[in-house]
């Protein structure tokens, strides 16, 4: 492992899970900082409708493009993915929806992962303060356990002042910064 401000970077290749442009700031040029090169997967079929998936993908390959790093974005199939909703419309931000939302999520990562030779899978849900680390961790390690040879990366990502550093890069880079999680039962 490498270690730079007191987060200890794993070996291998890195998948990013990226939610959106402004949780994937500081993440990205953290990492790029201390020598690592991710490659970003966009995997986001919660989001709806259709134009806001779009405006946040694009948010994302421009700050990729910014520091040259591949990046991928999964099929966008909403229908695939309120199939893992049925029944937890009516839940609340951190419940069991988003636990749920987060699996599906993070397991397209991991295959994603699994099959193109990354060794390990973070994701930038881990840099919002309106999700639970919990979830996020329970849900990254779950996906991991599908997969073969992907290990999960823990990493809260709010700390070692990146917390500070995201709202610093979303104002210089004038990221749309959206004020819900995408899916049309974060919207209540």
Not at 128 to 134: D, G, T, V, Y
Not at 152 to 167: F, S, V
Not at 173 to 180: K, T
């Amino acid at each position: 492992m490498t270690k730079g401000a007191g987060i200890e970077i794993p070996q291998g290749r890195i998948l990013l899970h990226a939610c959106c442009a402004p949780c994937s700031g500081a993440i990205v040029e953290y990492l790029v900082q201390h020598g690592c090169r991710p490659a970003v997967f966009y995997s986001n079929s919660n989001i709806t409708p259709r134009e806001e998936y779009d405006i946040r993908l694009n948010e994302c390959i421009r700050y990729a493009k910014a520091f040259d790093l591949e990046i991928v974005a999964d099929e966008y199939d909403h229908s695939a993915w309120g199939a893992c909703a049925i029944g937890l419309e009516t839940e609340p931000e951190r419940g069991a929806r988003c636990l749920q939302c987060f699996k599906f999520r993070l397991l397209r990562a991991a295959q994603y992962a699994a099959t193109h030779g990354f060794d390990v899978l973070t994701t930038t849900l881990a840099s919002s303060r309106w999700k639970s680390l919990e979830q996020v961790n329970e849900a990254g390690q779950w996906a991991c356990a599908q997969v073969e040879g992907v290990v999960w990366w823990p990493q809260n990502w709010r700390k070692g002042g990146l917390q500070e550093r995201r709202g610093e890069i979303i104002r210089e880079q004038n990221f749309y910064n959206q004020l819900f999680c995408g899916c049309e039962f974060s919207r209540r």
